[in-house]
Protein backbone atom coordinates (compact mmCIF):
# COMPACT_ATOMS: atom_id res chain seq x y z
CA UNK A 1 0.00 0.00 0.00
CA UNK A 2 1.31 3.27 -1.00
CA UNK A 3 2.31 5.31 1.77
CA UNK A 4 2.57 9.20 1.92
CA UNK A 5 5.27 10.05 4.08
CA UNK A 6 5.25 13.39 5.75
CA UNK A 7 8.58 13.19 8.21
CA UNK A 8 10.42 11.39 10.78
CA UNK A 9 9.98 11.56 14.43
CA UNK A 10 11.02 9.48 17.73
CA UNK A 11 10.39 6.35 17.58
CA UNK A 12 8.01 6.16 20.95
CA UNK A 13 6.01 9.07 19.57
CA UNK A 14 2.60 9.16 18.46
CA UNK A 15 0.48 10.12 15.38
CA UNK A 16 -1.20 13.69 15.80
CA UNK A 17 -4.83 13.90 15.67
CA UNK A 18 -5.23 15.47 12.59
CA UNK A 19 -6.50 14.14 8.70
CA UNK A 20 -3.67 13.34 6.82
CA UNK A 21 -4.31 13.68 2.68
CA UNK A 22 -7.36 12.53 0.97
CA UNK A 23 -8.72 12.52 5.01
CA UNK A 24 -6.32 9.36 5.72
CA UNK A 25 -5.88 8.73 9.37
CA UNK A 26 -2.47 9.21 10.40
CA UNK A 27 -0.20 6.37 11.35
CA UNK A 28 3.61 6.11 13.02
CA UNK A 29 5.47 3.49 11.25
CA UNK A 30 9.06 2.84 13.99
CA UNK A 31 11.72 1.18 13.63
CA UNK A 32 13.44 1.51 16.86
CA UNK A 33 14.48 5.13 17.96
CA UNK A 34 12.99 6.55 14.63
CA UNK A 35 9.19 6.45 12.89
CA UNK A 36 8.16 7.54 9.56
CA UNK A 37 4.68 9.97 10.13
CA UNK A 38 2.74 8.35 7.38
CA UNK A 39 -0.88 8.12 5.73
CA UNK A 40 -2.00 5.66 3.12
CA UNK A 41 -2.04 7.36 -0.23
CA UNK A 42 -4.62 7.51 -2.59
CA UNK A 43 -2.23 5.76 -5.02
CA UNK A 44 1.09 5.46 -6.21
CA UNK A 45 1.27 8.46 -8.36
CA UNK A 46 -0.84 11.34 -6.15
CA UNK A 47 -2.28 14.27 -8.03
CA UNK A 48 -1.73 17.05 -5.58
CA UNK A 49 -3.53 20.25 -5.09
CA UNK A 50 -3.62 23.19 -2.95
CA UNK A 51 -5.53 21.40 -0.18
CA UNK A 52 -2.97 19.02 -0.06
CA UNK A 53 0.04 20.94 -0.07
CA UNK A 54 -1.64 22.88 3.49
CA UNK A 55 -2.27 19.11 4.99
CA UNK A 56 1.04 18.57 4.56
CA UNK A 57 2.23 21.62 5.94
CA UNK A 58 -0.78 21.31 9.34
CA UNK A 59 0.17 17.84 10.15
CA UNK A 60 3.88 18.61 10.07
CA UNK A 61 2.74 21.55 12.89
CA UNK A 62 0.77 19.50 14.77
CA UNK A 63 3.73 17.16 14.41
CA UNK A 64 6.04 19.72 15.93
CA UNK A 65 3.57 20.45 18.95
CA UNK A 66 4.08 17.05 20.27
CA UNK A 67 8.07 16.87 19.65
CA UNK A 68 10.90 16.76 17.14
CA UNK A 69 10.60 16.08 13.53
CA UNK A 70 12.36 16.09 10.72
CA UNK A 71 10.06 18.12 7.50
CA UNK A 72 9.96 15.62 4.56
CA UNK A 73 9.92 17.75 1.37
CA UNK A 74 6.19 17.80 -0.17
CA UNK A 75 5.47 14.72 -2.34
CA UNK A 76 7.30 11.85 -0.81
CA UNK A 77 5.32 8.40 -1.59
CA UNK A 78 6.54 5.43 -0.66
CA UNK A 79 5.26 1.77 -2.44
CA UNK A 80 4.59 -0.28 0.68
CA UNK A 81 5.79 0.01 4.26
CA UNK A 82 9.08 -2.28 3.48
CA UNK A 83 10.27 -0.19 1.09
CA UNK A 84 9.94 3.02 3.50
CA UNK A 85 11.82 1.44 6.30
CA UNK A 86 14.47 -0.50 3.82
CA UNK A 87 14.85 2.95 2.15
CA UNK A 88 14.57 5.42 4.79
CA UNK A 89 14.06 4.20 8.43
CA UNK A 90 16.65 1.59 8.33
CA UNK A 91 19.22 3.14 6.28
CA UNK A 92 19.45 6.37 7.67
CA UNK A 93 18.74 5.12 11.32
CA UNK A 94 21.84 6.84 12.98
CA UNK A 95 21.72 9.84 10.86
CA UNK A 96 17.70 10.56 11.75
CA UNK A 97 18.66 9.86 15.53
CA UNK A 98 21.40 11.87 15.33
CA UNK A 99 18.89 15.16 13.31
CA UNK A 100 17.07 14.58 15.47
CA UNK A 101 19.22 15.21 18.68
CA UNK A 102 20.42 18.09 16.54
CA UNK A 103 16.45 19.62 16.27
CA UNK A 104 15.31 18.63 19.71
CA UNK A 105 13.76 21.84 21.24
CA UNK A 106 14.51 23.60 18.19
CA UNK A 107 12.07 25.51 15.62
CA UNK A 108 12.61 27.43 11.94
CA UNK A 109 11.02 30.99 11.75
CA UNK A 110 11.21 32.52 8.42
CA UNK A 111 11.56 36.32 8.05
CA UNK A 112 10.66 38.07 4.83
CA UNK A 113 10.66 41.60 4.35
CA UNK A 114 8.95 43.56 1.60
CA UNK A 115 9.54 47.14 0.65
CA UNK A 116 7.48 49.70 1.07
CA UNK A 117 8.02 50.72 -2.87
CA UNK A 118 7.15 54.30 -2.81
CA UNK A 119 9.54 54.94 -0.08
CA UNK A 120 12.27 52.32 -1.60
CA UNK A 121 11.52 54.34 -5.09
CA UNK A 122 11.89 57.99 -3.49
CA UNK A 123 15.53 55.98 -1.45
CA UNK A 124 16.71 54.80 -4.98
CA UNK A 125 16.31 58.49 -7.00
CA UNK A 126 17.71 60.58 -4.23
CA UNK A 127 20.22 58.69 -4.13
CA UNK A 128 21.16 57.89 -7.50
CA UNK A 129 22.12 61.25 -9.90
CA UNK A 130 21.63 58.82 -13.05
CA UNK A 131 18.43 57.73 -12.21
CA UNK A 132 17.14 60.98 -11.01
CA UNK A 133 18.19 62.53 -14.42
CA UNK A 134 16.71 60.03 -16.40
CA UNK A 135 13.85 60.19 -14.67
CA UNK A 136 13.54 64.05 -16.00
CA UNK A 137 14.53 63.09 -19.19
CA UNK A 138 11.92 60.60 -19.83
CA UNK A 139 9.18 62.13 -17.63
CA UNK A 140 8.01 64.57 -20.07
CA UNK A 141 8.79 62.56 -23.21
CA UNK A 142 5.71 61.46 -25.08
CA UNK A 143 5.49 57.35 -25.40
CA UNK A 144 7.69 56.52 -27.90
CA UNK A 145 10.14 59.02 -28.24
CA UNK A 146 11.22 58.44 -24.68
CA UNK A 147 11.37 54.41 -24.88
CA UNK A 148 14.55 53.47 -24.66
CA UNK A 149 15.09 56.23 -22.03
CA UNK A 150 12.68 54.97 -19.83
CA UNK A 151 13.95 50.85 -20.85
CA UNK A 152 17.38 52.24 -19.49
CA UNK A 153 15.62 54.37 -15.96
CA UNK A 154 13.43 51.37 -14.97
CA UNK A 155 16.22 48.59 -15.44
CA UNK A 156 18.75 50.71 -13.45
CA UNK A 157 15.62 50.98 -10.67
CA UNK A 158 15.67 47.14 -11.03
CA UNK A 159 19.51 46.42 -10.38
CA UNK A 160 19.14 49.55 -7.53
CA UNK A 161 16.68 47.82 -5.54
CA UNK A 162 18.51 44.04 -5.93
CA UNK A 163 21.50 46.28 -4.51
CA UNK A 164 19.76 47.48 -1.89
CA UNK A 165 18.03 44.12 -1.02
CA UNK A 166 21.57 42.44 -0.91
CA UNK A 167 22.73 44.85 1.93
CA UNK A 168 19.04 45.29 3.63
CA UNK A 169 19.36 41.49 3.78
CA UNK A 170 22.63 40.96 5.24
CA UNK A 171 21.89 43.37 8.06
CA UNK A 172 18.82 41.40 9.10
CA UNK A 173 20.62 38.77 9.36
CA UNK A 174 23.39 40.49 11.36
CA UNK A 175 20.79 41.65 13.29
CA UNK A 176 19.10 38.34 14.56
CA UNK A 177 22.11 35.49 13.64
CA UNK A 178 23.04 36.13 17.56
CA UNK A 179 20.05 35.23 19.09
CA UNK A 180 19.97 31.68 16.54
CA UNK A 181 21.42 28.68 16.36
CA UNK A 182 21.64 28.77 12.51
CA UNK A 183 20.65 30.54 9.62
CA UNK A 184 19.23 29.61 5.74
CA UNK A 185 19.12 33.26 3.70
CA UNK A 186 16.80 32.51 0.51
CA UNK A 187 17.01 33.84 -2.81
CA UNK A 188 15.26 37.14 -3.27
CA UNK A 189 11.98 36.23 -5.12
CA UNK A 190 11.24 39.37 -6.75
CA UNK A 191 12.29 43.09 -6.70
CA UNK A 192 9.98 43.48 -3.87
CA UNK A 193 11.65 41.27 -1.72
CA UNK A 194 14.35 43.25 1.08
CA UNK A 195 15.04 39.67 2.76
CA UNK A 196 13.96 36.07 2.87
CA UNK A 197 15.98 34.34 5.66
CA UNK A 198 15.07 31.36 8.04
CA UNK A 199 16.50 31.09 11.16
CA UNK A 200 16.84 27.81 13.71
CA UNK A 201 16.16 29.01 17.17
CA UNK A 202 15.56 27.06 20.08
CA UNK A 203 12.71 27.55 21.98
CA UNK A 204 14.30 28.35 25.05
CA UNK A 205 15.54 31.76 23.11
CA UNK A 206 12.50 32.32 21.40
CA UNK A 207 11.71 34.82 23.44
CA UNK A 208 14.71 36.94 22.74
CA UNK A 209 14.38 36.19 19.01
CA UNK A 210 11.27 37.67 18.83
CA UNK A 211 12.34 40.72 20.47
CA UNK A 212 15.08 41.20 18.25
CA UNK A 213 12.67 40.63 15.49
CA UNK A 214 10.69 43.58 16.96
CA UNK A 215 13.34 45.68 16.58
CA UNK A 216 14.00 44.98 13.40
CA UNK A 217 10.85 45.89 12.46
CA UNK A 218 10.84 49.14 13.93
CA UNK A 219 14.36 50.13 13.05
CA UNK A 220 12.80 49.18 9.61
CA UNK A 221 9.07 50.73 9.96
CA UNK A 222 7.94 53.15 6.40
CA UNK A 223 11.14 51.21 4.42
CA UNK A 224 10.96 47.29 5.26
CA UNK A 225 7.65 45.78 6.21
CA UNK A 226 9.08 42.20 8.16
CA UNK A 227 6.44 39.17 7.68
CA UNK A 228 7.26 36.54 10.75
CA UNK A 229 6.54 32.87 10.26
CA UNK A 230 6.47 30.08 12.87
CA UNK A 231 7.50 28.42 14.97
CA UNK A 232 7.67 25.53 12.17
CA UNK A 233 9.24 22.59 11.78
CA UNK A 234 13.03 22.50 10.62
CA UNK A 235 12.77 22.18 6.90
CA UNK A 236 15.62 24.50 6.09
CA UNK A 237 18.17 22.86 8.56
CA UNK A 238 17.58 19.18 8.01
CA UNK A 239 19.67 16.80 4.78
CA UNK A 240 19.86 13.36 4.68
CA UNK A 241 23.22 11.76 2.88
CA UNK A 242 22.33 11.18 -0.70
CA UNK A 243 20.16 7.82 -0.85
CA UNK A 244 22.67 4.60 -1.99
CA UNK B 1 0.71 52.97 2.76
CA UNK B 2 0.34 55.91 3.27
CA UNK B 3 0.03 54.61 7.21
CA UNK B 4 3.45 52.59 6.60
CA UNK B 5 5.49 55.13 9.17
CA UNK B 6 2.73 54.96 11.97
CA UNK B 7 2.82 51.46 11.66
CA UNK B 8 0.03 50.00 14.28
CA UNK B 9 0.05 46.88 15.70
CA UNK B 10 -0.73 43.83 13.92
CA UNK B 11 -2.36 42.50 16.67
CA UNK B 12 -0.45 41.32 20.27
CA UNK B 13 3.37 41.55 20.58
CA UNK B 14 3.41 45.44 20.36
CA UNK B 15 4.69 45.57 16.82
CA UNK B 16 6.17 46.36 13.28
CA UNK B 17 6.22 42.88 12.54
CA UNK B 18 3.20 40.83 10.84
CA UNK B 19 3.20 37.30 12.42
CA UNK B 20 1.23 33.72 10.97
CA UNK B 21 0.97 31.13 13.74
CA UNK B 22 -0.89 29.22 11.61
CA UNK B 23 0.58 29.48 8.27
CA UNK B 24 -0.91 30.76 5.28
CA UNK B 25 0.16 28.68 1.84
CA UNK B 26 2.14 31.51 1.12
CA UNK B 27 4.29 31.25 4.03
CA UNK B 28 5.57 27.20 3.50
CA UNK B 29 5.46 26.90 0.01
CA UNK B 30 8.74 27.44 -0.91
CA UNK B 31 9.29 25.54 2.08
CA UNK B 32 8.18 22.25 1.86
CA UNK B 33 8.32 22.27 -1.82
CA UNK B 34 11.98 23.04 -1.60
CA UNK B 35 13.47 22.18 1.86
CA UNK B 36 12.76 19.49 3.82
CA UNK B 37 14.15 15.46 3.53
CA UNK B 38 14.12 13.96 0.43
CA UNK B 39 14.91 10.17 -0.18
CA UNK B 40 15.97 9.38 -4.01
CA UNK B 41 13.23 7.22 -4.76
CA UNK B 42 9.43 8.12 -4.73
CA UNK B 43 8.89 11.37 -5.50
CA UNK B 44 5.45 10.25 -7.23
CA UNK B 45 3.25 13.47 -7.25
CA UNK B 46 2.63 15.95 -9.77
CA UNK B 47 0.87 19.20 -8.46
CA UNK B 48 -1.84 20.68 -10.60
CA UNK B 49 -3.04 24.17 -10.82
CA UNK B 50 0.22 25.62 -9.27
CA UNK B 51 2.80 26.76 -11.93
CA UNK B 52 6.13 26.88 -9.69
CA UNK B 53 9.19 28.65 -11.55
CA UNK B 54 12.26 28.17 -10.97
CA UNK B 55 14.48 30.88 -10.61
CA UNK B 56 17.97 31.17 -10.69
CA UNK B 57 19.34 33.61 -7.98
CA UNK B 58 22.05 35.04 -10.05
CA UNK B 59 20.57 35.77 -13.23
CA UNK B 60 17.59 37.29 -12.95
CA UNK B 61 15.92 38.00 -16.57
CA UNK B 62 13.53 40.44 -16.08
CA UNK B 63 11.39 41.20 -19.30
CA UNK B 64 11.46 44.76 -21.00
CA UNK B 65 8.14 44.87 -19.87
CA UNK B 66 8.91 45.26 -16.12
CA UNK B 67 11.36 47.88 -16.75
CA UNK B 68 9.12 49.98 -18.27
CA UNK B 69 6.64 49.54 -15.30
CA UNK B 70 9.27 50.21 -12.85
CA UNK B 71 9.87 53.11 -15.06
CA UNK B 72 6.75 54.61 -14.99
CA UNK B 73 6.55 53.86 -11.18
CA UNK B 74 9.71 56.28 -10.87
CA UNK B 75 7.89 59.08 -12.80
CA UNK B 76 4.41 59.21 -11.09
CA UNK B 77 6.90 59.55 -7.79
CA UNK B 78 5.62 62.99 -6.37
CA UNK B 79 9.33 64.18 -5.61
CA UNK B 80 8.14 67.89 -4.93
CA UNK B 81 10.90 69.08 -1.62
CA UNK B 82 12.57 65.39 -1.44
CA UNK B 83 15.51 67.50 -0.12
CA UNK B 84 13.90 69.12 2.80
CA UNK B 85 10.97 66.89 3.96
CA UNK B 86 10.97 63.86 6.01
CA UNK B 87 9.49 60.63 5.30
CA UNK B 88 6.43 60.80 7.43
CA UNK B 89 5.55 64.13 4.78
CA UNK B 90 6.87 62.71 2.03
CA UNK B 91 4.56 59.55 3.08
CA UNK B 92 1.51 62.26 3.41
CA UNK B 93 2.41 63.08 -0.18
CA UNK B 94 1.62 60.16 -1.56
CA UNK B 95 -2.08 59.77 -3.04
CA UNK B 96 -4.02 57.14 -1.79
CA UNK B 97 -5.34 56.13 -4.96
CA UNK B 98 -4.12 56.12 -8.31
CA UNK B 99 -0.31 55.95 -8.44
CA UNK B 100 0.22 53.65 -5.51
CA UNK B 101 -2.78 51.30 -6.76
CA UNK B 102 -0.62 51.20 -10.12
CA UNK B 103 2.62 50.62 -8.41
CA UNK B 104 1.23 48.53 -6.13
CA UNK B 105 -0.10 46.48 -9.43
CA UNK B 106 3.23 46.62 -11.62
CA UNK B 107 5.26 44.08 -9.16
CA UNK B 108 2.57 41.79 -7.77
CA UNK B 109 2.39 40.54 -11.12
CA UNK B 110 5.80 39.09 -10.88
CA UNK B 111 4.56 37.37 -7.89
CA UNK B 112 1.57 36.10 -9.48
CA UNK B 113 3.98 34.09 -12.18
CA UNK B 114 5.84 32.93 -9.31
CA UNK B 115 3.06 31.35 -7.47
CA UNK B 116 0.39 31.34 -10.05
CA UNK B 117 -2.52 30.71 -7.55
CA UNK B 118 -3.66 33.92 -5.75
CA UNK B 119 -5.37 32.99 -3.23
CA UNK B 120 -1.70 31.80 -1.55
CA UNK B 121 -0.60 35.30 -2.10
CA UNK B 122 -1.79 36.16 1.73
CA UNK B 123 1.24 38.34 2.18
CA UNK B 124 -0.03 40.54 -0.56
CA UNK B 125 -3.63 40.58 0.69
CA UNK B 126 -2.06 41.66 4.00
CA UNK B 127 -0.42 44.45 2.55
CA UNK B 128 -3.21 45.60 0.02
CA UNK B 129 -5.62 45.85 3.25
CA UNK B 130 -3.13 47.80 5.36
CA UNK B 131 -2.79 50.30 2.87
CA UNK B 132 -4.93 52.58 1.10
CA UNK B 133 -7.61 50.10 0.29
CA UNK B 134 -6.84 48.85 -3.26
CA UNK B 135 -7.71 46.14 -4.35
CA UNK B 136 -4.83 44.15 -6.34
CA UNK B 137 -4.69 44.31 -9.49
CA UNK B 138 -4.03 40.53 -11.47
CA UNK B 139 -2.01 41.69 -14.19
CA UNK B 140 -3.36 39.04 -16.33
CA UNK B 141 -2.19 40.65 -19.35
CA UNK B 142 1.86 41.10 -19.85
CA UNK B 143 3.49 40.36 -16.49
CA UNK B 144 2.44 36.81 -15.27
CA UNK B 145 3.93 35.57 -19.20
CA UNK B 146 6.88 37.64 -19.57
CA UNK B 147 8.33 38.16 -16.45
CA UNK B 148 10.70 34.95 -16.39
CA UNK B 149 12.79 34.31 -13.57
CA UNK B 150 15.01 31.32 -13.38
CA UNK B 151 16.65 29.21 -9.60
CA UNK B 152 18.06 26.24 -9.83
CA UNK B 153 16.22 23.73 -8.42
CA UNK B 154 17.95 21.71 -5.64
CA UNK B 155 18.71 18.63 -6.95
CA UNK B 156 19.18 16.90 -3.62
CA UNK B 157 16.94 17.49 -0.25
CA UNK B 158 20.50 18.78 1.60
CA UNK B 159 19.90 22.13 0.12
CA UNK B 160 23.67 22.56 -1.36
CA UNK B 161 22.34 25.45 -3.84
CA UNK B 162 24.57 28.27 -4.25
CA UNK B 163 21.74 30.40 -4.37
CA UNK B 164 21.43 29.72 -0.29
CA UNK B 165 24.16 30.36 2.16
CA UNK B 166 24.36 28.13 5.74
CA UNK B 167 26.26 29.57 8.65
CA UNK B 168 27.64 26.88 10.87
CA UNK B 169 25.20 25.03 12.85
CA UNK B 170 26.64 24.62 16.73
Redesign the interface.
Known sequence: MPRYVY??VRGDGSAPAVEGIAGAPLELIAAGDVAALTSVAPG???????ED??T??RV??AALEQGTV??????????DEG?LRE??LDQHRDQLTAELD?MEGKV?I?I?G?Y????I??E???GDPL?AR??AQ??SKPEAAG?Y???E???R??AAF?ALAERDSAAVVEAL?PHA????????????MAVNA?F?VERARLAEF?RA??E???R???RI????????PP?????????A | MATAVQQQPYGGGGGYVARSSSSGLYDVLELILDKGLVIDVFVRVSLIGIEILTIDARIVIASVDTYLRFAEAVNRLDLMGTETQGLPELMEGITEGGASSKTKGVLQGAKEALFGDDDEDEDDKEDEDEGSGTTRRRSSSSTTTKTKRRRRSEASGSGSGSSRGRSSRS
Request: aromatic share 4%; glycine share 10%.
Open positions: GVEHLEAGRLLHSLELPMRFGVVVPARLQETKLEEDALRIVAILRTAYGRLLGEVATSTAVAVGAQVHERSLDVEVGRQAGRLRYTGPLHSFVELGVA
